[in-house]
């Protein structure tokens, strides 16, 4: 069983910061770093998208809105995955989850329950 929890949400003005915590609990026993990682956002209203991965050679990828602000990190002496987020906007404002094992498809096999993100101006 494959458990990710996020941690760090909250609300924030713009301009701000934030940084997102995910633990990742693996009673398979795979080593973190093992399988790629990402974070994702959904919006009210709007479908999931991309904002960050990092792959299991260390690898890392932003998109377009997150390029310049935000930093994906991984501590594996704690199994957990971060996401620095800096000069925040309140397009911003999101669910964010984290994932873990990318599939075949380019999604994650397991997913977090997501963490509240609200940016105000």
């Known amino acids: 069983q494959v458990q990710l929890v996020e941690s760090g949400g909250g609300s924030e003005q713009a301009g701000g910061s934030l940084k997102l915590s995910c633990t990742v609990s693996?009673?398979?026993?795979?080593?973190?770093?093992?399988?790629?990682m990402g974070w994702y956002r959904q919006a009210s209203g709007k479908p999931r998208e991309f904002v960050s991965s990092?792959?299991?050679?260390?690898?890392?990828r932003y998109s377009e809105s997150a390029k310049g602000r935000f930093t994906i990190s991984r501590d594996e002496a704690k199994n957990t995955l971060y996401l620095q987020m800096n000069s925040l906007k309140t397009e911003d404002t999101a669910v964010y989850y984290c994932?873990?094992?990318?599939?075949?498809?380019?999604?994650?096999?397991?997913w977090g329950q997501g963490t509240q993100v609200t940016v105000s101006s």
């Open positions: 990092i792959g299991s050679d260390g690898t890392t």
């Open positions: 693996d009673s398979y026993g795979e080593r973190f770093s093992f399988c790629s």
């Open positions: 994932a873990r094992c990318r599939t075949n498809d380019g999604s994650f096999r397991y």
